[in-house]
């Protein structure tokens, strides 16, 4: 019985970098990681070990490198576009050029130097900015953008009742938990009309404002809620998805110690989550 190869892949992820953007007044210094995953069409090299037409991945990471000159002052959505269309361009056996990209901004710190001098930065924190870039060779650009590890805390006020029980279910009933939350949010567009970075500081001010103005019935309850937001605040978002886990924080047992812990210290043990993803689309 004989056999065929069907779709293969390559590339190079973990590509970790800074881009510098000294343009402007406010210079700006954000932390990049590059994915990018290449559909071939070259079976000979596995089939056959011929490498004559395989580019080392080393091709791959060095792109990366050389576009980031050209786009420091650009969304990650823009530069993954330009990456993709760089594959696809410098060899004719790249299928899809898939380029995912994550972006941490730096901090300014205050000065009062000239904004010509030296600016001076504290390192990245909170959410990172997110492209997700899919480009066949005769297709269109296929464009998820996002918000990735934006953490979430509610020192109180959330509630877990009414929930099926089985033999093995040990939860409590809360009518007054804390609440935290780990989650990526995403969103595909159905237009362009707004700048990616004007859509992704709106995404981000209405997740912010719905996580502060809401009251978690579940961590379900909680991402749609927060999915729901993007939509309502971005009218070219097509759909979202949000994805991620409900952070466990119990309260530290300080007894041993004689010391009370009323709502004051809680466990950030993060190994064990409890995941969950909803997609809402615009109807």
């Known amino acids: 019985m004989g056999h065929s190869i069907g779709d293969h892949a390559y590339g190079e992820c973990g590509i970790e970098f800074l881009l510098v953007d000294r343009s402007g007044p406010q210079q700006r210094v954000r932390r990049f990681r590059a994915d990018v995953r290449l559909l071939m069409d070259h079976p000979e090299v596995y ?13 791959i990471s060095n792109a990366v490198l050389a576009l980031g000159a050209r786009h420091t002052a650009s969304e990650p959505e823009t530069y993954a576009l330009a990456l993709a269309e760089h594959f696809l361009t410098a060899d004719r056996r790249v299928l899809t050029a898939d380029v995912r990209l994550t972006a941490s901004e730096f901090t300014p710190l205050p000065s009062g130097r000239p904004p010509s001098a030296a600016q001076h930065f504290s390192g990245p924190a909170g959410h990172r900015d997110h492209a997700h870039l899919t480009l066949p060779r005769d297709g269109e650009p296929v464009v998820r953008s996002g918000l990735l590890n934006m953490e979430l805390f509610a020192t109180g006020g959330a ?26 949010v995403t969103w595909r567009r159905s ?5 990616h970075g004007k859509c992704r500081a709106r995404a981000a001010q209405a997740v912010v404002k719905a996580f502060s103005e809401h009251t978690s019935r579940s961590s379900q309850h909680t991402f749609h809620h927060l999915g729901a937001a993007v939509l309502d605040a971005c009218p070219d ?47």
């Open 191 to 195: 237009g362009t009309d707004t700048p």
């Open 237 to 283: 978002v097509a759909e979202v998805r949000v994805e991620g886990a409900h952070l466990t924080r119990s309260l530290v047992d300080l007894t041993p110690f004689g010391v009370g812990n009323e709502g004051r210290v809680y466990t950030v043990a993060d190994h064990q989550q409890s995941t969950v993803t909803v997609d809402i689309h615009r109807t």
């Open 159 to 184: 509630t877990f009742t009414g929930f099926a029980r089985n033999a093995y279910t040990t939860t409590q009933a809360f009518t007054d938990r804390v609440f935290g939350a780990r989650a990526d």
């Open 47 to 59: 089939r056959d070990g011929d490498n004559a037409r395989l580019r080392p991945v080393s091709s």
